[in-house]
């Protein structure tokens, strides 16, 4: 276990729909970001926030958006779903600004849309 | 040409076996490298970084660096069916930039 967790764990919406996803970040740590994984693919990078403000964003549209709170919990939020949002979202949280800056992974939400 | 490239494999190894997985890498400013396990259905799992070249060993795990061919590998001795799992292979330019994945190694280790 990382300390990471998401929630919810799985979730199903239609196309159009609007989605909030949730992560609480490991234990002192600053940093998190988020990834959506395909079927058969790796992780691509969506965004990353230290300390609050968004520090790096991914090839996603605008409709893809989170927020970083004080405490260093995270959301996602997608508008307008689209049938290719279907994917596992892991978001990762990290140390921040180390010289290596492992990051460490939550279970995942499993979003499908109709 | 994508950032990280691994061979999507599947690769199957007999058990006690080494398996060898390989990684390459576009981006000259990558500082660090990280090799991440992924069962199915679950969430990727850190196993190893390496920054410097050469080698790094952790247990059975060995990660080979070298920045001027821009190439990793993984290389998992005595392998178990334990092992068979997808490998991803991701980079990083500094702590403050994006992680980038390879679309991962598929292994299976047979008994």
């Known amino acids: 276990e990382t300390g990471v967790t998401q929630s919810p764990t799985h979730l199903i919406k239609t196309r159009g729909q609007q989605v909030t996803l949730r992560c609480s970040s490991q234990?002192?740590?600053?940093?998190v970001s988020w990834y959506q994984q395909a079927l058969g693919q790796g992780p691509q990078f969506i965004f990353q926030?230290?300390?609050?403000?968004?520090?790096g964003r991914g090839n996603f549209p605008p409709r893809f958006s989170g927020l970083q709170f004080p405490n260093y919990s995270s959301e996602l939020n997608v508008n307008a779903l689209e049938l290719d949002d279907s994917a596992l979202y892991l978001c990762?949280?990290?140390?921040?600004?180390?010289?290596?800056?492992?990051?460490?992974f939550g279970p995942g939400t499993r979003l499908t849309v109709l | 040409q994508k950032e990280v490239e691994q061979n999507s494999g599947p690769l199957s190894v007999p058990e006690g076996a080494i398996a060898s997985l390989n990684c390459t890498y576009s981006?000259?400013?990558?500082?660090?490298f990280f090799w991440y396990r992924q069962y199915s259905g679950k969430s990727p799992e850190l196993i190893m970084f390496?920054?410097?070249?050469g080698d790094k060993e952790d247990g059975r795990f060995t990660a080979q660096l070298n920045k001027a061919s821009q190439y990793v590998s993984l290389l998992i001795r005595d392998s178990q069916p334990s092992d068979s799992a997808t490998y991803l292979c991701?980079?990083?330019?500094?702590?403050?930039?994006?992680?980038?994945f390879g679309p991962g190694t598929s292994l299976s280790v047979i008994p």
């Open positions: 926030y230290y300390r609050e403000e968004e520090n």
């Open positions: 981006d000259r400013g990558s500082q660090s």
């Open positions: 990762a949280s990290s140390l921040g600004g180390g010289a290596i800056d492992e990051q460490f």
């Open positions: 991701a980079s990083r330019k500094t702590s403050y930039d994006k992680v980038i």
């Open positions: 390496i920054y410097s070249n």
């Open positions: 234990s002192g740590h600053n940093t």
